[in-house]
């Protein structure tokens, strides 16, 4: 069975740092597309960031390029997302999600899901 399980949210102050890491044990990961969403708190599900299974082709939401990285170890079957210059804004319980091919912006399009993390960023 399929499970990814984020780790990494926590508390911070604005402007600070977190990296949220997704592990995907039982997955045929490096076929995957992985993908970060958040969701706000009255709030619809938003893609953040997505990459390719080979880790040569990226999105970035437009709100988050520039302070957000996303990387992949697939020796590791493991996403990550560097946040850095967080603001009160990226407040949300972080998902990850995974896909067969290309990365999509659409939450539908993701077969896989975790339970998330949750972000609060203090101003």
């Known amino acids: 069975q399929v499970q990814l399980v984020e780790s990494g949210g926590g508390l911070v102050q604005a402007g600070g740092s977190l990296r949220l890491s997704c592990a995907a044990p039982?997955?045929?990961?490096?076929?995957?597309?992985m993908a970060w969403f958040r969701q706000a708190s009255g709030k619809e599900r938003e893609f953040v960031a997505g990459?390719?299974?080979?880790?040569?082709?990226?999105l970035y939401a437009d709100s988050v390029k520039g302070r957000f990285t996303i990387s992949r170890d697939n020796a590791k079957n493991t996403v990550y997302l560097r946040m850095d210059s967080l603001k009160s804004e990226d407040t949300a319980l972080y998902f990850c999600?995974?896909?067969?091919?290309?990365?999509?912006?659409?939450?539908?399009?993701?077969?896989?899901w975790g339970q998330g993390t949750q972000v609060t960023v203090s101003s």
């Open positions: 990459i390719r299974w080979s880790g040569d082709n990226i």
């Open positions: 039982g997955l045929t990961f490096s076929r995957y597309a």
């Open positions: 999600a995974a896909r067969p091919g290309m990365e999509v912006v659409v939450a539908p399009a993701y077969d896989y």
